[in-house]
């Protein structure tokens, strides 16, 4: 029990790490661009690895409502980046 609690609060801190990137992006200083991509592109990586199913779907719920809205900031930043490089 004891240890299920600590993997549930390390995915929980995780969890929320990410989610403040993502609702707050930080931007790339160089590009002026945000970094939301990257965050949302960093918990698809480390999703799976979460062993708490509670904390795996509320990542997944929240990288689905930005996912949508970034659709056409993502196009921009791509083009953006392409011009910068």
Known sequence: MIEERK????????AA???????NPCVDWKTGLN???Y???EIKNVIETLEDPATRFFL???IEKYRSKDTSFSV???ILQSYLM
């Not at 790490?17 to 609702?23: A, D, E």
């Open 76 to 78: 921009r930043n791509n």
């Open 17 to 23: 790490f990410y989610i403040t990137h993502i609702k």
């Open 7 to 14: 993997i549930r609060d390390i995915d929980i801190e995780n």
């Open 39 to 41: 965050y949302i592109r």
């Open 60 to 62: 997944r719920s929240e």
């Open 35 to 37: 970094l939301r991509d």
